[in-house]
């Protein structure tokens, strides 16, 4: 056997281990990052789906008109809706300044143990009139109760 025929497979046989290391290197993250990835649902998506108490998601929608109660200390009860569904939440914490009936908001959180109300960890609110989370965009397009403020388009 040839010097150059040797060579070829040894730089054959590099390439496939580097392959084979980037392949699994690939594989380990985004084994990863499963676990960590929160995925959006609305009200409609939890109704129809559940969720059970071990899994940390996302819930966007509006703030349900008067639904905002303080249930003492820092303990605040709301419920979000898609106009089709609406889920009560509890937080405790300082609500965002933005956060207000009527408004777009994202909650991410858990099913509590009752599983019926949502535990938010965090709560984020619009930041401007023009602003409103894609995902609660698209899932109040979908349910035919999209409102624009500003007249705008809804986001694509």
């Known amino acids: 056997m040839s010097r150059a025929a040797t060579r ?5 046989y590099i390439a496939l281990l580097g392959l084979i290391s980037l392949g699994t290197a690939t594989a380990l ?11 959006f649902y609305s009200p409609t998506d939890i109704a129809e789906k559940g969720l059970t108490p071990e899994q940390y998601v996302r819930i966007g929608g509006l703030v349900e ?7 003492g200390d820092s303990r605040i009860a709301f419920r979000v809706t898609d106009m089709a ?3 009560p939440v509890t937080y ?4 965002p300044d933005l956060f207000r009936e009527g408004q777009g908001v994202v909650a991410q959180g858990s099913i509590g ?4 109300t949502f535990v938010a960890r965090e709560v984020l609110a619009r ?3 023009n602003y409103m989370p894609a995902e609660v965009a698209e899932a109040l397009k979908a349910s035919g109760e999209w409102r624009p403020e500003s007249g705008q388009p809804p986001p694509r």
């Open 8 to 12: 070829k497979k040894k730089r054959l």
């Open 29 to 39: 993250v985004l084994t990863a990052f499963e676990d960590n990835l929160v995925f």
């Open 85 to 87: 569904h609406s889920i």
């Open 92 to 95: 405790t914490g300082i609500l």
């Open 127 to 129: 930041h401007d009139e």
């Open 65 to 71: 008109e008067g639904s905002v109660r303080q249930l």
């Open 113 to 116: 143990d009752d599983g019926a």
